[in-house]
Structure formats: structure tokens, C-alpha cells
Nanobody
């Protein structure tokens, strides 16, 4: 599975962005997917995740109610709609995929495949 993240950019606080993560490989359709982010000088942290079927989503408390993760009907692309962005959302965002079970979706180590990252910068 290869993952290609896109959609990052510069946005003012309160604005919106939509990140995309396109995958190659048929097995991606059945894999869970997640978004993580890493701000300068900080560790990579969980943002959101979606089950292989798309039936369940999970969010970090810091983004709950502002971010929405989804996957397309063909299950080849996952999205992260980010609204009401804040300066503290500034980070490189990474998409990931793997045979993670629901209880481990928030764990970096649960994912087998990673995209290259896309930079999101939120100005105040």
C-alpha cells in the first residue's frame, strides 16, 4: 500500500482545509486509516481514524467537533475535513493505514503504512 497525502496549505484561524490521502493497493479498502500530526519540536500525535468499513470514526479530543474524517465509496481515498482551524493545529499531517483493530486505532504503532505528510499552517 502506498499513500499520498495532499491538501495542506496556509489558512487563517477560523478557516477550513480538506486533506486527502489517496491509496494504491487493493488491501487498503479493508484497512483502517488514520491521520496523525507532528508540530515542530513535538511528538507525532493522533488526530483521527476510521475503520476499514468506514462505519466508525475516532477523534482526538483537541479536534472533536471541528474535524471530520471520511472515506470514499470505493474506499481508495480518505479525507480529513478541518474546520474552525486554530494556530495550534499547525503541523505536518500524515495519513496512515493498516490492519489496526478498533482498540488500537489511536496508536502510531498499529499502522503499517504511512504517507509523506502535508504541511498545514494556521496563522493567527
Amino acid at each position: 500500500v502506498q499513500l499520498q497525502a495532499s491538501g495542506g496549505g496556509l489558512v487563517q484561524a477560523g478557516g477550513s482545509l480538506r486533506l486527502s490521502c489517496a491509496a494504491s493497493g487493493r488491501t487498503f479498502r479493508n484497512y483502517a486509516a488514520g491521520w496523525f500530526r507532528q508540530a515542530p519540536g513535538k511528538e507525532r500525535e493522533f488526530v483521527s481514524a476510521i475503520s476499514g468499513s468506514g462505519g466508525s470514526t475516532h477523534y482526538a479530543d483537541s479536534v472533536k467537533g471541528r474535524f471530520t474524517m471520511s472515506r470514499d465509496s470505493a474506499r481508495t481515498t480518505v479525507y480529513l475535513q478541518m474546520n474552525s482551524l486554530k494556530p495550534e493545529d499547525t503541523a505536518v499531517y500524515y495519513c496512515a493505514s493498516g490492519r489496526a483493530i478498533v482498540s488500537s486505532l489511536r496508536n502510531i504503532g498499529a499502522y503499517d503504512y504511512w504517507g509523506q505528510g502535508t504541511l498545514v499552517t494556521v496563522s493567527s
